[in-house]
């Protein structure tokens, strides 16, 4: 009976060894309504007057993970049906209610995230950037979940800073697209 109990007890704490670092892909646990705040931050816009405001309107949101800045790799995008859900005062939650894992990191390490938010009708980042739309990004570090028997719950992005949506002004778009019309022009001489 005790080889039976102590043989459960070493499979688990091998099982455990090898789990997965967890996120929840929420900000719900942060309060920093600085602009400037580094860990604990919240969702803002860039208001009319250039003082960046707490965000309460519809974007969509992808988080890449990883376990340093070189390693990220896509984790989620949220967006359309799957959009995260705004609370308003710039929190917002995961509409689905999904848990995520981040490659390369063990439960209940430390794992490098970026998150990337976009307003408008566009399906990535990217596009959003090159079709005019407020967009922001931040790196930081944040604690996961998954480690340890039982596995531990996982954690909230409360590692993150401020994260402010700014929009391009129109000036910049205009040089974006002149710039692009000049390629095609030169491509289409040669």
Known sequence: ?????????????SLGAYAQGTIYVDNTANSDTSPQASTGGLLFQEGSSGTPVLYSGAFSLSVLGGASASSLSP????????????YGG??????????????????SGIATLEVEAWT????SYAAAVTGGGSYGEVTFQNAT?????????????????ALILTTPEPSTIALGALGTAALVFFR???
Do not use: C, E, H, W
Not at 120 to 123: E, I, K, L, R, V
Not at 147 to 161: E, I, S
């Open 90 to 107: 710039g929190i917002f939650g995961d509409s689905t209610g999904a848990s995520y894992t981040v490659p390369g990191v063990a439960g």
């Open 188 to 190: 289409r001489r040669k």
């Open 1 to 13: 009976m005790k080889k039976l109990i102590l043989s459960a007890l070493a499979a688990a704490t």
């Open 120 to 123: 408008g009708n566009f399906s």
């Open 75 to 86: 984790i989620v995008t949220l967006t359309g049906a799957t959009a995260p859900f705004n």
């Open 145 to 161: 979940g998954g480690g340890g028997v039982p596995q531990a719950l996982p954690v909230d992005l409360v590692g993150m800073p």
